[in-house]
């Protein structure tokens, strides 16, 4: 009696056992977001049809701190790594160290199709694609139209300078919402001014760590030092511009004080979000207008900054075919306009943006659309963790920053601490 | 002296009671020499016994670890390049110790360290009287409202501070703007000095009541009647603490300095949260994290973790060969 007990609960036991064992299952280390990425899994999985079943993991909030905890377990061989959501400027560091599984020809072709010039650019490494464009973000220049009516600009029809923008502030006395934080978004802002200026802040990313050739000592690196040291010695960022980051921009340019603000396309969620909690007037919400990041030298197209998301391989999962397929899926155009509207990520995918869901969501779509395609990655070394450091060792604080001796300084330390020969 | 002494007999005497108890079940005659020196060798047998788990998992967590830092430190290898690593002697301790940003950040790290612990003893002796004296109801109360700040996650405190600080959300600008030099615009971490006047602020907020307990066990220790004694022969408040109390309690004090100090010395979550190393706050915890995590460079970042180790080595050596810190003697063993 008891005997068949024991049989039949074993026998249940393994009933239940059973389906899931013979299925992989595909971890996928995700950043956090707001839950756009595991019902993503979900619908991959249900589709799959039991080929695979993709469980989600979250790595920590902060983007360096999402890179130190992957590249130790690849470092160790971790073999439960199968997909990876990866901020772009880590890739190369990821791909030279042979930490990604190569990407398959036809997936490569596939999940290449219609995608954004700046989001394939970060996507690659070496000429060849290294991961699968999946969310592609890019920051947009958001102002009050009150404003810049008064300065006498309309960015949304004329791309307008940064010279112009930093005199409308200084003309009406008001702050520029800008990131000079000692921090990653700080390295975002002199990465977009030295591109948009014509330059490169390394000018040979492939290149071995003591032959890494910087390009900040041309006039785009003077420029755009000229750029942050007017906007730091004059106060026009605000006495919060040394420790201002992403958010404390938007809580400034949500003041009285602010005017005009470079930043990602999160804000505008945020700003509906507070104008339903009632913390901030309608009548402001209608005043913000949007256009494409302001350009360096005047008529020449500015190079807006490009973040985002792309999805790696890890090289030593058990289930390298089956996470390609797995990566094919999340990134189809239908699931990256989703992602836009649930979580709001933009595509990478150019035809996402003609979802008419995403274009009713996000009035400014076809303006991030156009920005993407002009965008240009952060620097793509595998070294770029020193470089980021590097600038801001010697960038910070904005009002310290001097055209005539910065760049230099920059280029000097860099190459040092990437030669072994300085700490940073 | 007195307390030594004091302290010493009841050591002993509760020592010796405890270790008889098991003796007196066992069948025997009157105690003589040999029989002494097994009970001797059982109770060494026995203290072997309690205590070398421990000693062997002390061994495994902490001399283990310490050792192969030492022997990455030898390396350079990065963990993103794993076909450069290569073994480069001290090279990696000729970079360091050459470079300005180290000297610059042990300069703040012992900086930061003298200006806490002498503010934290300071205030501490102050809590620690302040608790002593408490008429015995109110005692538990304010005990435990002392110890508060030090029960909090350092982290938590931390961020707790950054928060009243920051620029935008804080609130110490709006309160205080009736200070000569602080406003609404004045942005503390935007400074090296207000940054590291709010990092040490923090600090002493958060550690002077372990401070303070450990003053307050010193000054239990200190005999009433010798207080008393000198109070009938007309001494003065503060001749009574310069002359009875303090010399009585000198090596309470100095554990406590050494405790605080070794602590301080490592402080790493409050410039973590706050400023990042921005302005040059950066300590040597903190480079050691940004060069072994941050950077993944393994040997150059245990190189420094070594370093670290070293001048916490110097300050105990200080302590104990110079400042005569006596750690049986606060525990009144001796």
């Keep these: 009696m008891i005997a068949g007990t024991a049989v039949v609960a074993l026998a249940a036991g393994l009933g239940a056992c059973a389906p899931a064992d013979d299925t992989p299952v595909l971890t996928w280390y995700t950043n956090p977001d707001a839950g756009g990425q595991a019902l993503l899994a979900q619908q991959c999985t249900q589709e799959a049809g039991g080929a695979y079943r993709i469980e989600v993991s979250v790595l920590p909030r902060e983007a360096s701190s999402q890179r130190e905890q992957l590249a130790r377990r690849l470092a160790a061989k971790d073999s439960s790594i199968d997909l990876m959501s990866l901020d772009p400027p880590f890739i190369p560091e990821l791909a030279n160290a042979g930490f990604l599984a190569p990407v398959p020809e036809d997936v490569a072709e596939e999940v290449s199709q219609d995608v954004a010039e700046g989001a394939l650019l970060g996507a690659s490494w070496g000429d060849e694609l290294v991961t699968v464009p999946f969310w592609a973000n890019t920051q947009l220049l958001w102002y009050k139209k009150s404003v810049a009516e008064a300065a006498g600009l309309d960015p949304a029809t004329t791309p307008v300078t940064w010279d112009q923008v930093i005199g409308a502030a200084r003309d009406q006395d008001l702050t520029l919402g800008v990131q000079g934080i000692k921090a990653e978004a700080y390295t975002v802002w002199i990465n977009a001014l030295v591109e948009s200026a014509g330059g490169h802040v390394v000018e040979t990313p492939e290149a071995a760590a003591e032959d890494v050739e910087l390009g900040l000592e041309s006039e785009a690196g003077q420029e755009a030092a000229r750029i942050i040291a007017e906007i730091g010695a004059d106060g026009l960022g605000g006495a919060g511009l040394p420790t201002q980051d992403e958010n404390a921009s938007l809580s400034q340019f949500q003041g009285d004080s602010g005017s005009f603000m470079v930043n990602w396309p999160f804000v505008w969620p945020a700003m509906q979000g507070a104008v339903e909690d009632g913390t901030l007037e309608q009548s402001f919400l209608d005043d913000v207008g949007w256009a494409v990041y302001p350009q360096v030298v005047e008529g020449e197209d500015a190079a807006p900054p490009y973040g985002g998301i792309n999805l790696g391989v890890g090289a030593f999962s058990r289930h390298v075919d089956e996470a390609y397929e797995a990566a094919a899926c999340i990134v189809r155009p239908e699931n990256q306009a989703a992602y836009f509207v649930s979580d709001g990520n933009p595509p990478a995918s150019t035809v996402a943006y003609d979802d008419p869901e995403v274009q009713e969501t996000f009035p400014m779509a076809d303006v991030i659309r156009q920005s993407l395609e002009q965008a240009a990655p952060r620097p793509q070394t595998p070294y770029y963790n020193e470089v980021s450091q590097g600038l801001q060792e010697t960038w910070h604080a904005p009002r310290d920053v001097d055209p005539g001796s910065t760049p230099q300084q920059a280029t000097d330390f860099i190459v040092a601490v990437l030669r072994g020969e300085r700490l940073l | ?334």
């Excluded at chain 2, 000693?55 to 794993?82: G, K």
């Excluded at chain 2, 000095?193 to 000054?219: R, Y």
């Excluded at chain 2, 950077?295 to 080595?313: M, P, Q, T």
């Design chain 2, 1 to 334: 002296m007195s307390t030594e002494i004091t302290g010493a007999t009841s050591g002993v005497a509760s020592r010796s009671t405890t270790g008889a108890g098991p003796d007196r079940g066992a069948p025997a005659g009157p105690g003589g020499r040999p029989r002494r020196s097994d009970r001797a060798r059982a109770e060494a047998r026995l203290g072997w016994l309690l205590a070398g788990p421990a000693f062997v998992v002390m061994l495994a967590v902490t001399a283990y670890p310490i050792l192969q830092a030492v022997y990455e430190s030898l390396f350079r290898n990065r963990l993103t390049a794993p076909d450069d690593r290569a073994f480069i002697g001290l090279g990696n301790y000729g970079v360091i110790l050459g470079d300005p940003v180290f000297w610059k950040s042990l300069g703040v790290t012992t900086g930061i360290m003298l200006v806490t612990v002498a503010v934290e003893l300071v205030l501490g002796f102050a809590l620690a009287l302040i608790m002593h004296k408490a008429v015995t109801q109110l005692r538990g109360l304010l005990r435990t409202a002392i110890l508060v700040p030090y029960g909090i996650i350092t982290v938590v405190s931390a961020f707790a501070w950054f928060y009243a600080f920051s620029i935008d959300s804080g609130y110490v600008n709006q309160w205080f703007d009736w200070v000569p030099g602080i406003s609404p615009d004045l942005n503390w971490f935007a400074g090296t000095w207000t940054s590291l006047f709010v990092i040490i602020a923090s600090e002493v907020w958060k550690t002077t009541p372990f401070i303070s307990l450990l003053l307050l066990a010193g000054l239990a220790q200190v005999p009433s009647d010798l207080e008393e004694a000198a109070q009938v022969d007309g001494a003065t408040w503060w001749q009574r603490m310069k002359r009875v109390v303090l010399p009585n309690m000198k090596a309470a004090i100095m554990v406590a300095v050494l405790f605080r100090a070794l602590d301080a010395f490592r402080i790493f979550d409050n410039v973590f949260i706050m400023t990042n190393g921005a302005n040059d706050t950066t300590v040597l915890s903190l480079l050691a994290y940004r060069t072994s995590i941050g950077r993944l460079e393994i040997g150059l970042g245990s190189a420094i973790s070594v370093l670290l180790f070293v001048c916490v080595l110097i300050i105990c050596f200080i302590a104990i060969k110079i400042f005569k810190v006596d750690l049986a003697g606060a525990r009144g063993e001796k």
